[in-house]
């Protein structure tokens, strides 16, 4: 699997993403450029590591109709938003909803690589902790965010109430969680299982 982090910038105007793009290139970043959500969303994998560049005001889905259609997926690639239509409602709201970052157009490249740089170092860890789980550790996570307690997941495994919890506090120190409510947030948000009813 390829772990090299990328920016997935998403931006209407062709002059901004091949700007943009050899800003990026020049810095020795990976980037991939999109002219609207749909583009983007048709080559999505949220396996791989990296954070989404995106502009507010785009053809089709909004900036922020794509971050909430991320979210209804369960894909929490970390979002920078860079438009040259930002006013505070619209960055609130945007940051609220889960956006690391809200920037106007021109903004400064040294400061805007140093953003990228942090967002995707963030993602790469976070999705390197997750596969770092073994497979009995992941099967009970799926048990420990569906609301089970360990004596119920030992019994519905077959294995001992003590192997549960070494188990369940190998993956709560994997994941850097330190509740079964930190699980469920973290699971949701990087994708790593799906979720119950989702569909």
Do not use: Y
Not at 84 to 99: E, F, M, N, T
Not at 129 to 153: C, D, F, M
Request: proline share 4%; net charge neutral; with cysteine.
């Amino acid at each position: 699997m390829n772990l090299e982090p990328t920016v997935f910038v998403v931006d209407d105007d062709i002059a901004v993403r091949d700007s943009l793009r050899l800003l990026f290139e020049a810095a020795g970043i990976a980037v991939e450029c999109f002219a609207d959500a749909g583009e983007f969303l048709a080559q999505l994998d949220p396996q791989r590591a990296g954070c989404l560049l995106l502009d507010l005001r785009l053809p089709g889905m909004s900036g922020l109709a794509l971050q909430a259609e991320l979210r209804r997926r369960g894909t929490a690639i970390p979002i920078i938003f860079l438009t040259g239509h930002g006013d505070i409602p619209l960055s609130v709201r945007a940051i609220k909803a889960g956006a690391v970052d809200f920037l106007t157009k021109p903004t400064h490249g040294a400061m805007l690589i140093e953003k990228v740089r942090e967002a995707m170092q963030r993602d790469l860890e976070q999705k390197t902790r997750l596969r770092s789980l073994t497979e009995r550790e992941r099967e009970i996570l799926q048990h420990v965010i569906a609301g089970q307690s360990s004596k119920e997941i030992a019994r519905l495994l077959g294995i001992s109430h003590r192997t549960v919890e070494v188990h369940r506090a190998h993956l709560m120190q994997k994941l850097g969680a330190h509740s079964a409510l930190e699980l469920a947030e973290i699971t949701r948000d990087w994708n790593l299982l799906p979720r119950r009813g989702a569909g």
